[in-house]
Nanobody, 128 residues
Framework: VQLVESGGGSVQAGGSLRLSCAAS????????MGWFRRAPGKEREGVALIGSDGRSAYEDSVKDRFAISRDNAKNTVYLQMDRLQLEDTATYYC???????????????????????WGQGTQVTVSS
């Protein structure tokens, strides 16, 4: 499974970006998909997860600002990021994992080791 992120960039605080993660190779609609991020000098943290049935979970600081979605026909996962804040500056990574069922998937926010596949990352920079 190969994951390729796109959509990162520089934006002013309050702006929006939409990240995409295209999966290729063996892919399964039942895979748990997620977005993680790593800011300079900080640990990697989970941002948003989505299970095969569309159920999702978010890190507290991005709730009501970010939305994760998946298009299984296109093997693509999206992260819509609105009202971006300076603290959202980070490298964002797409991840995929065989975490079943969906209920377990959305509980994996603090378990990046459960995800076996990772993209190369895309940089998001928010400025004032």
């Amino acid at each position: 499974v190969q994951l390729v992120e796109s959509g990162g960039g520089s934006v002013q605080a309050g702006g929006s970006l939409r990240l995409s993660c295209a999966a290729s190779g063996y892919t399964s609609r039942s895979f748990c998909m997620g977005w993680f991020r790593r800011a300079p000098g900080k640990e990697r943290e989970g941002v948003a997860l989505i299970g095969s049935d569309g159920r999702s979970a978010y890190e507290d600081s991005v709730k009501d600002r970010f939305a994760i979605s998946r298009d299984n026909a296109k093997n693509t996962v999206y992260l819509q990021m609105d009202r971006l804040q300076l603290e959202d500056t980070a490298t964002y990574y797409c991840a995929a994992g065989r975490i079943y069922p969906s209920g377990f998937c959305i509980q994996a926010m603090t378990r990046p080791a459960d995800f076996g596949y990772w993209g190369q990352g895309t940089q998001v920079t928010v400025s004032s």
